[in-house]
């Protein structure tokens, strides 16, 4: 144990998981490297008294792929936490807690076996900061860029940084909130750019994620000419004539990819999850 890494945990289901959470996880990163020790789908159960909405092995992914997370333990116990500290290679200096999860149990274990107890409240997850500032380089990779909406974050859009990631270095381009709803209607989007952008960025597969300028389907044309990708990757859905003609007009190789979970996932569709 004395030769495992030096960490702070975090524990909890992430069940659905939202900005707030993933601003929880970058703070809580701050202070060191940050392990997550996450609830299987009867611990969530025992605990909530609901189904998961999505289950262990797809929150598990989702987590492993956000970039301030160095390490996820999936746990077989919610509030056994002796035995959560028994997990091979963990060796915890500071437990981090939301103040609406703070317990006097929580504090009490903290204590005794010598570990800083730290709560971090509402205000200090506010707002959407810049994650990092990617400066020029001289990167071999080629540059790729994706569009879209990314209204409802889920484990679909990882996998597809994912794949698009292994093409070179990925750049994602968010739509801004008039241009999805010219495109898309009333209601949309749900939530505003900067969140979109905010939740794009924080995959450990985005090299970095910027907010359109433009209109239309090709409202990322001045963030193309800005970046100068070498190839343009779509899914199935986002495949439209208009960006084919402006990647061969432009010399800019155009790929498009079939719309496929990870291996043993669900497939997801924001359109679904958000109900309209």
């Not at 707030?20 to 970058?26: A, C, Y």
């Not at 160095?70 to 002796?82: G, I």
């Not at 990925?170 to 209607?185: S, T, W």
Request: with cysteine.
């Amino acid at each position: 144990m004395s030769n495992a890494e030096k960490c702070v945990i975090v524990c909890g289901g992430f069940d659905n998981i939202r900005s707030k959470d993933v601003r929880f996880l970058q703070e809580a990163a701050r202070f060191g490297p940050l392990y997550v020790l996450l609830w299987n789908d009867k611990s969530l159960r025992s605990v909530t008294g609901k189904e998961p909405k999505f289950p262990q092995e797809e929150r598990f992914y989702f987590l492993q792929a956000v970039r301030y997370v160095s390490k996820v333990y999936l746990t077989k116990e919610s509030a056994d936490f002796d035995k959560l500290l028994l997990l091979k290679g963990l060796n915890p200096f500071m437990w981090i807690e939301r103040q609406s999860n703070d317990t006097s149990e929580k504090q009490t274990f903290c204590r005794k076996r010598g570990l800083e107890y730290r709560i971090l409240s509402e205000a200090d997850l506010e707002g959407f900061p810049d994650t990092f500032d990617v400066k020029p380089s001289e990167s071999p990779r080629k540059k790729v860029l994706v569009t879209g909406c990314y209204d409802w974050f889920h484990s679909g859009h990882v996998r597809f940084f994912e794949e698009v990631s292994e093409l070179g270095d990925l750049y994602v381009v968010v739509g801004h909130d008039a241009n999805v709803r010219a495109l898309k209607g009333p209601g949309h989007p749900m939530l505003p750019q900067d969140e979109r952008c905010y939740m794009a960025q924080s995959i450990r597969y985005v090299k970095q994620a910027f907010i359109s300028t433009g209109q239309g389907w090709l409202d990322a044309e001045p963030e193309i000419k800005r970046i100068k990708p070498d190839i343009y990757a779509v899914n199935e859905d986002g495949d439209k004539s208009q960006k084919r003609e402006y990647c061969r007009d432009n010399g800019i190789d155009y790929v498009v990819l079939k719309r496929l979970p990870k291996a043993g996932l669900p497939r997801r569709e924001s359109t679904v999850l958000r109900g309209f």
